[in-house]
């Protein structure tokens, strides 16, 4: 499938973002082989630059694929879809008038299959998998990851291997079981998982930003939001980061659409929030550091961003620092409090990740850090209905005659 001739992807390589130097992108291929550190894919951006219009995309179907030719599929029957991606983009005027911010949005991620963001790393993941000929998957996850691999791997064919902590919410280790995926559960947190992983060559490793193709999915977060906003991008994001992908993915896309012509040089401040419980970015942040040193004994509800070290750190403080933006730490009874707060004010039951974003555009408002009038963009990366344990069931029991139901308000 071509449009005026252009390829189904303009595809050219992978390129390490710390030494630059270049590899094969039609091999399978995790991280650097000099350095170590994250590859990135490249894309013959001059020539899509002549071909693609940014107008054509909202006559396409309404998933991520509509910008196949800035995805790394190079064949349109390898594409693996569940309907990934285009989620809505939401005006939140109530929580706004609550927080003194007019112009406060949110992008509710929680639409996507599986109930995450994590859909559109996976489907793209899995699709260049099964176009490279892998037949064998493994990561290990907080959850939502495991979750939509074990899903789409179960679409396109293949097996899925994946290592979770045993306190990981119900619905995503259900959500693995269900789709046949090989998930086991272990006392640890990521990082041990991701050793387990790492310990076996018969798997293929796509563990966030190790493997390069996740991180195309989530930047099509970035494209969409340019779309939805008539490609004028909003003045600050505010994104729940643990392994970092969302954040630097759509960074990656403010860059691509730049040198496409699409948008000019201005970029939206990226806020990155985690929990006071695992805050190893916003530690980093403030000591002035571009790694971040392992965080000991990390805990949160929010267990997206239970990341206690992560591989793409310096991706993400240059991301932040590179925008102007801040990396800011939030409780989790913030972010309870917050959950409810939404709930009420617009009618929307977040994940304590999305949540956490409430809790720091609160903040960066009080201290002045976002103006009132100032655009300002929340992910609600996932939805609360993922995490149902975090919240009562528990109702007030009427008579079934009705007799003591309690009269209207005045
Ligand atoms: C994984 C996850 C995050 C963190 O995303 P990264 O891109 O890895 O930083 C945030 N929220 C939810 C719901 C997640 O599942
Ligand atoms: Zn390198």
């Known amino acids: 499938m071509s449009v005026n001739g252009a390829p189904f992807s303009y595809l050219t390589g992978l390129e390490c973002t710390n030494c630059g130097l270049s590899h094969d992108a039609d091999a399978p291929n995790n991280v ?49 879809t569940l309907g990934e991606g285009v989620t809505p983009l939401l005006r939140m005027p109530r929580l706004g008038e609550s927080l003194g911010l007019k112009n406060l949005w949110m992008k509710d991620e929680s639409l996507n299959p599986t109930g995450s963001f994590k859909a559109r790393g996976m489907a793209v993941a899995v699709s260049r998998a099964r176009e490279l000929g892998l037949k064998r998957l493994a990561a290990p996850s907080a959850g939502n990851a495991g979750a939509a691999l074990a899903t789409y791997a179960a679409r396109a064919g293949l097996e899925a291997w994946i290592f979770m902590p045993a306190d990981t919410p119900r619905v995503p280790l259900i959500e693995c079981r269900l789709a046949g995926a090989r998930a086991f559960v272990l006392d640890g947190l990521i990082n041990d998982a991701g050793r387990i992983v790492r310990s076996r060559s018969s798997w293929f490793d796509v563990s966030t930003l190790r493997e390069p193709y996740r991180v195309e999915g989530k930047k099509t977060m970035g494209y969409e939001l340019a779309e939805q906003f008539a490609w004028s991008l909003p003045d600050a994001i505010i994104y729940p980061t643990g392994g970092g992908t969302g954040l630097v993915g759509m960074v990656k896309a403010f860059d691509e659409m730049e040198t496409l012509g699409w948008i000019g040089s201005k970029r939206p401040r990226m806020y990155s929030v985690q929990s006071s419980g695992c805050a190893p970015i916003v530690r980093a942040f403030e000591a002035g550091r571009r790694d971040a040193p ?16 992560a591989i793409g750190d310096y991706l993400m403080l240059d991301a932040i620092r590179r925008t102007d933006g801040v990396a800011l730490a939030v409780d989790d009874d913030e972010i309870m409090a917050a959950t409810d707060l939404v ?68």
């Open 32 to 80: 650097c082989r000099v350095c170590g550190k994250v590859l990135y894919a490249r894309y013959d951006l001059a020539s899509a630059r002549r071909t693609l219009d940014r107008d054509c995309f909202r006559d396409r179907p309404a998933d991520l694929w509509r910008y196949h030719e800035l995805l790394p599929i190079r064949q349109p029957d390898n594409v693996i």
């Open 343 to 410: 709930a009420v004010r617009e009618g929307a039951w977040l994940s304590p990740e999305g949540a956490a974003t409430i809790c720091a555009a609160q903040r960066l408002r009080e201290d002045g850090t976002l103006k009132a009038h100032e655009t300002v963009v929340l992910f609600n990366t996932g939805g609360g209905m993922v995490y149902p344990d975090l919240q009562s069931a528990t109702l007030p029991r009427v008579a079934i005659d009705g007799r003591d139901v309690p009269e209207c308000d005045p």
């Open 294 to 309: 392992i965080w000991e004994n990390a805990r949160t509800i929010a267990s997206g961003l239970r990341v206690p070290a």
